[in-house]
């Protein structure tokens, strides 16, 4: 992951709102963007110090941050492909998802490398965040109450309804069934999710 005078890294891109936003308030400060995807801006042109100090200052009063070292872009890349995974592709089921093949491949590094530089800055396990990520949306889809435990298994990979609600159990201390019927919306922002040795 090689660093490039126009891309920018940014941590705390969690969502399609946060790319709008993003793109809202760096069009605001004149920044001409060419492609933007969670965590990771592309723009027309070589950004000057000025420009990413502007940068700097309107993405963290937006609660955002700009992402400067090189190891620290490489877990929030690897972040941000989970998420877009397990959240924004669901056409393509997350069963049929090798996770450490897609992060290697998109990341342009070795997996090992990946995992222990993952494991060092965040305190957890890729695999161990992968898990995280999917209790968060099976949480959702719970309060959306449009699939049954089976079929949110078997699009969050599970290889069984078993298998998801033991990992959901000793997550959140809930069956999946008695989160349903919690009317509290108890679900972490996903920037959060994370070990609290994060050391991002």
Not at 71 to 79: D, F, G, H, L
């Amino acid at each position: 992951m090689k660093s490039h005078p126009n891309i920018i890294y940014i941590k705390n891109m969690v969502c399609n709102r946060c790319i709008k936003v993003v793109k809202d308030e760096l069009e605001k400060i004149g920044i001409k963007i060419k492609n933007i995807s969670l965590g990771e801006v592309e723009t027309y042109y070589p950004l000057t110090k000025s420009k990413l100090d502007k940068i700097k200052k309107v993405l963290e009063d937006n609660g955002f941050e700009l992402i400067e070292s090189r190891k620290a872009r490489i877990v929030e890349k690897t972040k941000s492909i989970i998420i877009n995974t397990i959240f924004n592709q669901e056409e393509f089921l997350i069963s049929k998802k090798n996770f450490s093949e897609l992060i290697e491949k998109e990341v342009c590094l070795d997996y090992n490398y990946l995992s222990s530089l993952f494991s060092s800055m965040e305190g957890i396990t890729i695999e161990q965040y992968i898990i995280l990520q999917k209790i968060e949306r099976a949480k959702e889809l719970l309060k959306y109450d449009e699939l049954s435990l089976s079929e949110i298994a078997y699009r969050l990979g599970y290889s069984s309804v078993q298998h998801l609600s033991g990992q959901f159990k000793k997550i959140t201390g809930f069956s999946a069934r008695d989160f349903k019927k919690l009317t509290k919306n108890i679900r972490k922002p996903l920037d959060k999710i994370s070990s609290p040795k994060s050391k991002s």
